[in-house]
């Protein structure tokens, strides 16, 4: 493993530029965007162009998969992206916030819809468009919100296709539309993170040197959970600690704990990275944030 290791990545998908033309045109008929980021990680989810494109609109951030991240950190993230917009914490595996945001959606727009009464227009349909990068949620978002299962839901960045109306409540109608990467990832971190959370298949990094950052950055923060997870003793963790390459160290104790050996005794490298990445993006190693406001 090498730890001066730089994944510089370049990945853009040639349909995300249409899909980009497409939200600047759709928007012309959008009453309220709805932005949902990973709670794990709010700024490597965000793609700086939704900012630029929804600067006008009425907007509501939603910090989807809170149930994965570390509550503490979350109640940070909300504090400080209410200052740019209302934010809500949700979890559509668990159902958690849903129920808010219809509600959020019509205290925005309350004030509006008073001045079309007043002037004669009565039951506007309030028209919103949810925006996010792959695999941020949004399908099984939109399954929960609108109580019925219509849309493709897979574990894997890009299921979403195709342009759809879906009605939420009574008076509410929502835009699905594909979700939007940008051209070049602005660090490496940003990159990274996107890549501990699947959000960049596995199939384009080497599985090996993600989980290795990965292991970094649990460490460091959240060394407890390892121990709990895996099993590792202080002791044991004392003993790594001795080695040079300390990560790499314990990336081969969870090797021999999880029985990720090849013929001969070594460990299997790719196999210990695979349980470590699942570990954490199926919250065995418990709630984790990787950003911090």
């Known amino acids: 493993m090498n730890e001066e290791n730089k994944m510089n990545i370049n990945w853009y998908p040639g349909h995300m530029a249409k899909t980009r033309r497409q939200i600047e045109a759709d928007l012309k008929i959008i009453d309220v965007v709805i932005e949902l980021l990973d709670a794990r990680i709010p700024v490597a989810s965000r793609n700086p162009e939704i900012g630029k494109l929804t ?49 959020k959606i019509d205290s925005l727009m309350a004030e509006e819809i008073k001045k079309q009464q007043e002037r004669g227009r009565i039951n506007k349909t309030i028209r919103v468009m949810i925006l996010g990068i792959p695999n941020v949620g949004k399908s099984s978002f939109i399954n929960r919100i609108s109580k019925k299962a219509k849309l493709e839901v897979a574990n894997r960045p890009g299921v979403t296709k195709s342009k759809q109306w879906i009605r939420i409540s009574k008076n509410q109608e929502l835009l699905d539309t594909p979700g939007v990467l940008w051209p070049k990832f602005e660090s490496n971190e940003i990159a990274l993170n996107l890549a501990y959370t699947g959000t960049i298949k596995d199939d384009i990094l080497e599985t090996t040197e993600v989980a290795y950052e990965l292991l970094k950055v649990l460490y460091s923060e959240y060394k407890e959970n390892l121990a709990v997870r895996y099993k590792i ?40 990275s695979r349980i470590i990445l699942e570990d954490f993006r199926s919250c065995k190693l418990g709630k984790i944030s990787l950003e911090k406001p």
């Open 233 to 272: 003793s202080e002791d044991e963790f004392k003993q790594i600690e001795t080695h040079t390459n300390y990560i790499y160290e314990l990336m081969q104790v969870i090797a021999r704990k999880r029985g990720a050996i090849v013929a001969g005794g070594n460990t299997d490298d790719e196999k210990v």
């Open 55 to 103: 600067r006008n609109k009425k907007k509501i951030i939603l910090l989807n998969k809170c149930d994965l991240a570390d509550e503490n950190i979350n109640k940070k993230w909300v504090d400080k992206l209410s200052q740019e917009a209302p934010t809500l914490l949700t979890d559509c595996n668990s159902g958690k916030g849903i129920e808010k945001v219809s509600k």
